[in-house]
Nanobody, 124 residues
Framework: QVQLVESGGGLVQAGGSLRLSCAVSGRTFGTYAMGWFRQAPGKEREFVAT????????YYEDSVKGRFTISVDNAKNTVSLQMDSLKPEDTAVYYC?????????????????WGQGTQVTVSS
């Protein structure tokens, strides 16, 4: 059974950086790729970024392109999200999630396993 544990959230000023990590245990062939989603108060959960375990394919939500970088470390079974030039509108709970091959990468319902989330707060 796949389990995901996020870490690295916190409070940062606008323009600052944070690095989120997701530790993956029990990984199987059914875990083709990983994604990061976020949910702000009163809003729906939204896609942020995704990467395949091979590291070869990545996609980003338009508002984070050029500021966020998603990466994997196969040796450590971790997925990271480096967030630079943070803005107050990036404030949300960030979730790590796993999906299988062929699933739509931006659709949260296609991810079969989720972490507990980590809070990111960006002050202006």
């Amino acid at each position: 059974q796949v389990q995901l544990v996020e870490s690295g959230g916190g409070l940062v000023q606008a323009g600052g950086s944070l690095r989120l990590s997701c530790a993956v245990s029990g990984r199987t062939f059914g875990t083709y790729a990983m994604g990061w989603f976020r949910q702000a108060p009163g809003k729906e959960r939204e896609f942020v970024a995704t990467v395949t375990w091979s590291g070869g394919i990545t996609y980003y939500e338009d508002s984070v392109k050029g500021r966020f970088t998603i990466s994997v470390d196969n040796a450590k079974n971790t997925v990271s999200l480096q967030m630079d030039s943070l803005k107050p509108e990036d404030t949300a709970v960030y979730y790590c999630a796993a999906r299988g091959l062929g699933e739509t990468y931006y659709d949260a319902s296609k991810y079969h396993t989720w972490g507990q989330g980590t809070q990111v707060t960006v002050s202006s």
